[in-house]
DNA sequence: AATTTATGTCAGCCATATTGACGTATCTTG
DNA sequence: CAAGATACGTCAATATGGCTGACATAAATT
């Protein structure tokens, strides 16, 4: 038996030592754990029938989504080294998902686009990922919805946002610059 | 330059192929994907000082908060192997951050208890997540942060649910059982 | 011409996940 | 009770996807 969060009765004793002691948010915490565990995980089982990995994914999807993305912008947005994103970005090269231009005012920079082949693998999960999210906002209506999108814009760091973040946010980039 | 999403313009050619061309929810899915990035990235700071990894955050987090939870319900939350676990789970006991009790009912089972110094970990790794939350929530009133619940939980998969999610969701076992 | 920048790559290491096999204690069932 | 199923632990091998450090090249900048 057992496996019942003690939500009202004793917190953890020693709490939060440096951190302070208010009310922690328990629910929301675990709720993110599992939505994003079961949001991921839809497109797992597709990607395995194509060899790939979530690090494909990441990366096949925000080159088709961001057209021309350079490969430093990809390293920001991934958090991720040169040398990680070496290898699966090779594969998908190798494989036809992405082309490589060189770029036209700088002609160092290797400008990353998606295939047709690419845009459908990317097109075929995001269509796994939008059918769970539609199921998920069915009981909410467009103010409900708006105010999800809110929060989730608001639990992403804002300072020093990669370019990504910028097109996303609208480049409102704070004070800095 | 480029970096600009075609939100509007042309959507990937070939489209999802099987899936249907509709209307693809792709700023929630990059909103999903920031905001969990940040939000365990909070953590992952903390956890390097301790020499632990995400890993032992996962393990130690649901113990903290379902005492006694047996290893095959923690093997079922993570969704990993007890291969996997067994390392991690070793380490969080040798350092004394779980303790094991033998199942009164079913001496088979080893229950798992954080002690107070894992609860102090776990605490303090909540209260980092927390202010996140707490910030992500300040321009939403109560029914706004209830819709947030909402959808999150409408993401979770529901069939099959573990222990944990059972408690989560208060045990309305659908069908199955 | 010297330096910096953008990218690629080699080499090795680490964390975390996997599968498969096997062992042991304990519970359940015929 | 004997047989089998279950809960857990562990050994071994392997894969993925991160990491650091070092070094190379081409092109831009100064």
């Not at 796994?128 to 989730?152: M, P, S, Y």
Request: no cysteine.
């Amino acid at each position: 038996m057992a496996a019942k969060p003690d939500s009202q009765g004793s917190e953890p004793a020693s709490a939060a030592s440096g951190t302070g002691a208010r009310e922690l948010r328990w629910d929301i915490i675990e709720l993110l754990f599992f939505a994003y565990r079961d949001f991921v995980g839809d497109a797992d089982q597709e990607l395995e029938a194509f060899g790939f990995g979530r690090a494909h994914h990441r990366v096949i999807h925000f080159v088709t989504r961001y057209p021309g993305l350079k490969v430093a912008d990809l390293l920001d947005v991934l958090r991720i080294t040169k040398q990680s994103l070496g290898r699966v970005l090779k594969q998908l090269l190798d494989e036809g998902y992405i082309v490589q231009k060189t770029g036209n005012n700088d002609r160092r920079q290797r400008l990353l686009y998606a295939t047709p082949k690419g845009e459908a693998l990317v097109a075929k999960l995001a269509g796994l990922q939008t059918d769970r999210i539609n199921r998920a906002l069915a009981g909410i209506d467009a103010a409900g919805a708006e105010t999800v999108r809110q929060f989730l814009r608001a639990m992403i760091d804002r300072d020093d946002p990669d370019k990504v973040l910028e097109a996303i946010f609208g480049s409102s980039k704070k004070a800095r610059e």
